[in-house]
C-alpha cells in the first residue's frame, strides 16, 4: 500500500515538512502508526522563487514524500520431514497412474480502486476575504469597475476579474497576474493556516495561454522531429512549463527537459536519442560547425589530363 502527500513551504525543508505531517495525518486516519522516516521517499518537484523586489512574484516549493507499507503474508508452517525408513525389496506389479486432472484457472480479482484524495474545504468568509483583499490591491492600480467572483472548485478557490482593463493587471507574459495570485495564496493561506491552491483569472486568460502553449508544443515538436535539432522555448512557471511537457509527450520521437535555475528555467525540446545532423546529399545547402555555407566541390579532371607535362626550354637564350 503506497501513500503521497505533496508539501509546500518557503523553502525544501519547510515543504518536506509539511509533507511529512500530511503523510503523517493520512496514516492516522486509516489507523496505522507514524512512518518511519528511513523509509521515506523525498521527491522535489519545484524549488522556491525569490519575489521581484521583494514584492511580486516566486512560489513556494514543493516536495512529494511517498511511503509504501509492505504487508508480509503469513507463512504456512511446514510439516516436519519423516526420517527415511529402510527400503523393503520386494516385486510388485505396477500401477496405472491415474490421469491428471487440470485444475480450473483462477479468476482474476480486480484491482482496488486507489483512495481518492478528499478535497479540501474552504468556507465561504474566506472566499469573501480573499477576494476583498486582491479587490484592495487592484484598486491600487485605478483599475475602474472591478468587480471579483470567487468559487470553490475541487478544493481549488478560483477568483475570477472583470473589468475593462485587462492589460494592466494580466502585465507581460501573465507576470503581473502570476504576482496577484502568488500574493492572494500567501495571504489564504494566513487566514486558514494552511496552504490552500489559488487561481486567479481575468478575461479567460488561463485558458487562453493554456490554448496557445499547446499549440506552440506541438508547432516545436514537429519542426523538432522534421530537423532533428533543438528547440529552447522561453522562461515559463512550473504550471506553464508542466503544459509543454504533456503536450509533447504526444508527439514520436521528440522529447523535452527542464534546463536552468529559478526564474530563468526553461523548456528544451530534443530528438530522442541526440541531435542529428542532415547529410549533403540533396535538399538543402549544406553548413559547417561554424554556419558558413560548405565549399564547393572541384570539377573532375578530363581523362586525357597528364600530371607532368614536358618542359620546353628556349634554344635562343633570350635573343631576338
Not at 524549488?47 to 509492505?70: H, N, Q, R
Not at 497412474?97 to 479468476?107: G, I, T
Amino acid at each position: 500500500m503506497k501513500y503521497e502527500y505533496i508539501g509546500h513551504g518557503k523553502t525544501r525543508e519547510d515543504a518536506a515538512a509539511d509533507a511529512v505531517r500530511g503523510l503523517t495525518a493520512a496514516l492516522a486516519k486509516d489507523g496505522l502508526g507514524k512512518p518511519v522516516s528511513a523509509d521515506i521517499h523525498e521527491e522535489v518537484i519545484a524549488l522556491p522563487k525569490k519575489k521581484i523586489l521583494g514584492l511580486f512574484g516566486g512560489s513556494d516549493a514543493e516536495v512529494k514524500v511517498t511511503y509504501e507499507i509492505i504487508v508480509k503474508k503469513d507463512r504456512k508452517p511446514q510439516p516436519k520431514k519423516a526420517k527415511p525408513q529402510p527400503k523393503k525389496e520386494y516385486k510388485a506389479e505396477k500401477a496405472e497412474r491415474p490421469a491428471v486432472q487440470e485444475r480450473p484457472a483462477k479468476a482474476e480479482r480486480p484491482a482496488k480502486p486507489e483512495a481518492e484524495s478528499e478535497p479540501i474545504e474552504v468556507s465561504a468568509e474566506t472566499v469573501s476575504k480573499a477576494g476583498d483583499y486582491l479587490k484592495t490591491i487592484i484598486d491600487g492600480f485605478k483599475v475602474a469597475d472591478a468587480k471579483i467572483t470567487g468559487e470553490v472548485k475541487d478544493g481549488v478557490l478560483e477568483l475570477t476579474v472583470d473589468c475593462d482593463d485587462y492589460g494592466i493587471i494580466i502585465g507581460r507574459r501573465g507576470e503581473t497576474l502570476d504576482s496577484l495570485q502568488y500574493l492572494t495564496s500567501l495571504y489564504v493561506k494566513k487566514l486558514c493556516g494552511r496552504y490552500i491552491r489559488v487561481v486567479i483569472n481575468v478575461g479567460d486568460y488561463r485558458e487562453k495561454r493554456v490554448e496557445t502553449l499547446k499549440h506552440l508544443a506541438r508547432k516545436e515538436a514537429d519542426y523538432v522531429a522534421r530537423s532533428g535539432r533543438r528547440y529552447t522555448f522561453e522562461p515559463m512557471n512550473p504550471y506553464e512549463r508542466r503544459i509543454i511537457h504533456t503536450t509533447v509527450q504526444e508527439v514520436e520521437g521528440v522529447e523535452s527537459i527542464s534546463v536552468g535555475y529559478g526564474q530563468d528555467r526553461k523548456v528544451m525540446l530534443q530528438p530522442e536519442g541526440g541531435v542529428r545532423f542532415r547529410s549533403d546529399r540533396g535538399g538543402r545547402r549544406s553548413y559547417s560547425d561554424n554556419g558558413r555555407p560548405a565549399a564547393k566541390k572541384a570539377a573532375p579532371l578530363p581523362k586525357d589530363f597528364t600530371k607532368f607535362g614536358k618542359i620546353e626550354v628556349n634554344s635562343n637564350n633570350g635573343e631576338e
